[in-house]
């Protein structure tokens, strides 16, 4: 499993999830990250999460395929 880091910008709280899978690179648009959330292919904490826009903070981390993301803050 490739392991990625991602560090909220200064002053954010939160990322939604779609923003989050694009801006790492394991989505390659908007519209794809979408897809493969709606279609509860992408894990938060372990649990399938089927919002688009879910709030991801400091301390989640994200599956999927074979990617996990640790959430860090700034």
Do not use: C, H, W
């Not at 490739?2 to 989050?20: C, H, S, V, W």
């Not at 979408?34 to 399938?48: D, F, I, K, S």
Request: net charge negative; glycine share 8%; charged share 30%.
């Amino acid at each position: 499993m490739q392991k990625i880091t991602f560090e909220l910008r200064d002053g954010d709280e939160y990322i939604p999830l779609i923003a989050l899978l694009k801006a790492v690179g394991v989505a390659e648009s908007g519209s794809m990250a979408q897809e493969v959330v709606t279609a509860g292919l992408v894990r938060r904490n372990g649990e399938t999460e089927l919002r688009k826009r879910a709030k991801i903070v400091a301390g989640d981390v994200i599956e999927f395929e074979d990617y996990k993301i640790d959430v860090k803050s700034f």
